[in-house]
């Protein structure tokens, strides 16, 4: 009887939850699978002639998509292992010091909490041609004798460079405090105990760092994942609006696209180009929980 009235309460504590879980992510996506199927959709008359494939057919053979699709692919390649990477040297580092450590671990949050749009802003001014300088990146460049690149408007690899450079920069405050934090939490005693036995560095790193610290970066990796795979502001702020035109849209912007934006109007476009995107993340997130199964080591 005990059980059951422990039960009864703990369904009751999580009703809320589940309510507006329900409400807000499960009806959601429901409906957008629904939309997904429905040919013909008219916005305005909230009919469609009828059900089937073609939503997903023409999103996967619209070179738009094509584009966006390869974008988002090279920037999650790209900036999640490096800003992984990335995080973990530096985060390293600020273990070792002993002075002013919270301070040097403030300056690296800073980027964090300062505004997208703002950021992409100081890169622009940074990395931008304009009629009067070609900016300050393009004039250290040209000091050291180079030529001057327009990595806003000119080449797609120039304008991928920036993209990715930008995205690691607003991520990796993020992963330094966490990783930071999780390198405090291991326990001295293993130390105490390779110092002893005189153990190398860098073997003392890989086998008893690393293996503790490392339910955490399977964590940055699976959240980094899935938040590259949903990146548009930061394309936003650097190219404009018009992704498309600058060559440089991402699957999240061609749903946006398909909704508001010149190509607006096509809910089962966006659907169909939503329900590939939840595809395609949920499958390399299932890819990564086998993988870890072999390399995470959980105390």
Not at 158 to 179: E, G, Q, R, S
Not at 278 to 294: D, E, G, H, P, Q
Request: aromatic fraction near 18%; glycine fraction near 6%; hydrophobic fraction near 50%.
């Amino acid at each position: 009887m005990e059980n059951r009235k422990q039960t009864i309460t703990a369904w009751l504590c999580l009703l809320p939850a589940i309510i507006f879980l329900g409400i807000f992510l499960v009806y959601p996506l429901i409906d957008v699978l629904i939309y997904s199927f429905e040919e013909g959709y008219n916005f305005a008359s909230q009919k469609y002639f009828g059900l089937g494939s073609y939503n997903y057919s023409y999103v996967l053979h619209d070179p738009y998509f094509i584009k966006a699709l390869k974008n988002t692919f090279i920037i999650v390649i790209i900036t999640v292992p490096l800003s992984t990477g990335l995080a973990l040297i530096i985060s390293l580092g600020l273990s070792s010091i002993t002075k002013l450590r919270e301070l040097f671990q403030t300056i690296y949050f800073l980027p964090y909490v300062t505004n997208t749009l703002a950021v992409g802003l100081v890169f622009m001014i940074l990395f931008k041609k304009t009629a009067y300088t070609d900016g300050m990146i393009n004039l250290i460049i040209n000091f050291f004798g180079g030529e001057s690149v327009d990595f806003i408007e000119g080449p797609y690899a120039a304008k991928m460079f920036v993209m990715c450079f930008y995205t690691i920069w607003v991520v990796l405050p993020f992963k330094v405090l966490i990783l930071t934090s999780n390198l405090a939490s291991v326990d001295p005693i293993y130390y105490k105990a390779a110092k002893i036995d005189a153990t190398p560095k860098w073997r003392v790193f890989w086998k008893i760092t690393l293996p503790m610290i490392s339910p955490m970066i399977f964590y940055l990796f699976i959240t980094g994942f899935i938040g590259a795979f949903k990146a548009y502001s930061d394309e936003v702020a650097l190219f404009g609006t018009d992704l498309n035109a600058a060559g440089m849209n991402t699957i999240v912007g061609y749903i946006y696209d398909m909704l508001y934006g010149n190509s607006g109007g096509y809910p089962s476009y966006a659907s169909a180009a939503a329900i590939i995107l939840f595809a395609i993340v949920f499958t390399i997130t299932m890819i990564n929980l086998m993988v870890s199964k072999k390399t995470v080591y959980y105390q």
